[in-house]
């Protein structure tokens, strides 16, 4: 598994048992945020059944304290295990960029433009460091608390249960099926970016060109078409993934109503209690606020392919083969009565003779 994961985010190996570890916490720190909804369970329990009375009082107290002191303590484990980690992650990545840089072959270079190799280093960094921080662990750890919670549901009550969870195969699924069109538009946007930053690199070093042939509004020009481009690009990519997303939300949003409906037809019916159609009310309202931010993580993690593509392209390219040691051996300059002057006459050099032997100045 942690293989898998540094393969499939370009993580090192420390990175992918830290990602293990934060989608852990994360899920830890999920389940913590339905304490609240068992004491709220309870009190209403309390009051339908007229057992709320003045004894109850420290029973709530410290429950309240309990889960503050819970959700404080998981909150904060969670954070030093995502964002901290992230920090220790990005600088190990982009030592070893620059390192796997200096190794390889120059061939590797001349495939590739200044714009390209300083996107790599610097944005494709950049955006798997908000990735493996917000998008990664919480997506994991969302994915591992809902279905520890769902099973627990399953176990109180399946037919509610399963009004209850329904769509979220089916909201993941409308977002994990568009993922060959977030490619795509995540490849072209991409695309755009290293155009646009390239004219700008072009444009930095040939000003003094432009300026000696009047072209500046010329290339200007053609400059700005690219941003305006890149800019068209960024909003269709966006507007594509946006779709999806959202719909899948709108999805998930169908899952309170059905619970509703199912609820109270067992409440007519007479095989459910009020205080159980309650609690289902509760745990779903709250079951479905981070499966909301885990879609949009999954479309982000997604649109990170052509980035993770890119930095695994420069990981895995072989390293400049040969000896490490330089054994060179009669590599003497000699110069035996050399002489040198300019076009114009002017001599700089006039029987010189002298033999610089190798390793000395």
């Known amino acids: 598994m942690v293989e898998k994961l540094q393969r ?15 989608s852990l916490l994360c899920a830890l720190q999920n389940i913590s945020f339905m304490l609240p909804v068992y004491m709220l369970y309870c009190l209403v329990s309390d009051m339908l059944g007229g057992a709320l009375t003045a004894s109850r009082i420290p029973f709530y107290a410290v429950g309240t304290v309990i889960c503050a002191a819970v959700i404080l303590v ?10 901290l980690a992230t920090y220790i992650e990005t600088g190990v990545r982009r030592i070893s960029l620059a390192e796997k840089l200096r190794r390889i072959p120059l061939s590797f270079f001349g495939k590739k433009d200044l714009a390209d190799l300083t996107s790599a280093i610097m944005n494709d960094c950049a955006v798997l460091e908000t990735s493996q921080s917000h998008h990664i662990c919480p997506l994991i750890g969302a994915i591992i608390s809902t279905t520890l919670i769902a099973f627990s549901l399953f ?7 399963l009004a209850s969870v329904w769509v979220l195969p089916l909201a993941f699924c409308i977002v994990g099926l568009a993922a060959g069109v977030q490619k795509k538009l995540s490849a072209k946007s991409m695309a755009a970016r290293l155009s646009c930053e390239d004219g700008i690199q072009e444009c930095m070093e040939s000003m003094p060109d432009l300026r000696a042939n009047n072209a500046e509004k010329r290339y200007l020009a053609g400059l700005n078409k690219k941003l305006r481009a890149f800019e068209s690009r960024l909003t269709k990519s966006e507007l594509g993934t946006a ?5 899948a939300s709108l999805v998930l949003r169908l899952g309170i109503a059905t619970t509703a409906l199912v609820g109270s037809y067992l409440l007519v019916a007479g095989e459910l209690d009020i205080i159980t159609f ?3 009310l509760l745990v779903v309202s709250r079951l479905y606020d981070p499966l909301e931010g885990s879609l949009q993580n999954l479309a982000a993690i997604i649109s990170t392919s052509t980035n993770i593509k890119r ?15 330089l054994t060179n051996d009669g590599c003497d300059i000699v110069f035996d009565h050399v002489g040198f002057a300019y076009d114009g006459g002017e001599t700089v050099l006039r029987d010189v003779s002298f033999t610089a032997k190798q390793g000395e100045v």
């Open 311 to 325: 930095m695994n392209e420069i990981l895995d390219h072989p390293v400049q083969e040969g000896e490490d040691k």
């Open 8 to 22: 499939r985010f370009a993580l090192s190996r420390k990175g992918a048992v830290d990602t293990i570890k934060g």
């Open 155 to 161: 176990i109180f009550n399946w037919r509610m249960a």
């Open 74 to 83: 998981c909150t904060y484990l969670q954070y030093n295990s995502t964002f």
């Open 278 to 280: 309650f609690m289902f």
């Open 243 to 247: 779709v999806f997303v959202v719909t």
